[in-house]
């Protein structure tokens, strides 16, 4: 088969495929978010991986290291200078596991809670532009449909 017509064939699977455009909405949807926090903030402060690691954080205990780096799929040793970027920044704080000595968790400072929410605000504001486009209505029915997909997902069965 050619390129270009291997090309072809794989834009016509994505075209069917849910999680591909599932996918591609919630990249997009990323970086309008980081490019509205860097903007405002007139430096690149956020970048892809701090997005992707920040959910992971939301436990109000924290997170083990080796749990974080699991969850993402890469080694402690590929997790740790991001974690350490985002303690530098003030966002994170790194504590001993008071489980178990030889284990660090990773916990949201305050400044990290108001990042995340600030981010989020900001995706709440594409939402709204989001809404402008496809109507209140479908907007709305999106939500739930996507809210319902995500626990499915999350269950994992």
């Known amino acids: 088969m050619k390129r270009k017509d291997a090309l072809e064939d794989v834009k016509t699977l994505q075209a069917s495929s849910l999680g591909y455009v599932l996918i591609r909405c919630g990249q997009l949807f990323n970086e309008l ?4 926090v860097n903007s405002e903030a007139g430096y690149p402060m956020m970048r892809e ?3 992707r690691i920040l959910p992971y954080l939301e436990n109000p205990d924290g997170v083990r290291i080796t749990e974080l780096a699991r969850s993402l799929g890469v080694t402690k040793q590929a ?3 991001v974690i350490a ?3 530098e920044f003030g966002a994170v704080r790194i504590e001993p596991d008071p489980d178990d000595a030889r284990a660090r968790r990773v916990v949201l400072t305050e400044k990290g809670i108001a990042a995340m929410r600030h981010g989020t605000t ?10 402008r486009r496809l109507g209140a209505e479908e ?3 999106l939500h739930g449909l996507l809210t319902r997909l995500f626990e499915v997902l999350k269950a994992r069965d």
């Open 33 to 36: 978010g980081m490019q509205a």
């Open 49 to 51: 991986v701090h997005a």
């Open 79 to 81: 997790v740790q200078p």
């Open 85 to 87: 970027e985002l303690a």
């Open 122 to 131: 900001k995706l709440v504001e594409i939402d709204r532009r989001v809404a």
């Open 139 to 141: 907007t709305r029915e």
